[in-house]
């Protein structure tokens, strides 16, 4: 900790994706909206799929996911690790 606080609450980011998006399997997914970005240990261009993080410092993530899996679908993951409709990532 330093005289501005701690770095947890210097430096954060709500970046998101509100907008429906079709990805292709193992895609990285572009999040359109900086929402809010606080210090200057984090950077993004909205519509990159890139989140630039500053070097030696600690970081928390944490990520929210909603998916729709078409009729017809194989199942599988690219990783071959198959889908469970009871598989929920929080």
Not at 30 to 39: D, F, K, M, Y
Not at 58 to 71: C, M, R
Not at 73 to 85: E, M
Request: proline content about 4%.
């Amino acid at each position: 900790m330093g005289g501005s606080g701690s770095l947890v609450t210097a430096n954060n980011a709500r970046i998101t994706a509100f907008a429906t998006q079709t990805v292709n399997n193992t895609a990285a997914i572009p999040l359109t909206t900086n929402n809010l970005i606080n210090g200057t240990a984090i950077t993004h261009v909205p519509g990159s799929t890139d989140i630039m993080l500053s070097p030696n410092q600690t970081y928390f993530a944490t990520y929210e996911l909603q998916a729709f899996i078409p009729s017809g679908w194989s199942g599988k993951c690219a990783n071959g690790v198959k889908w469970s409709t009871s598989w929920r990532d929080k």
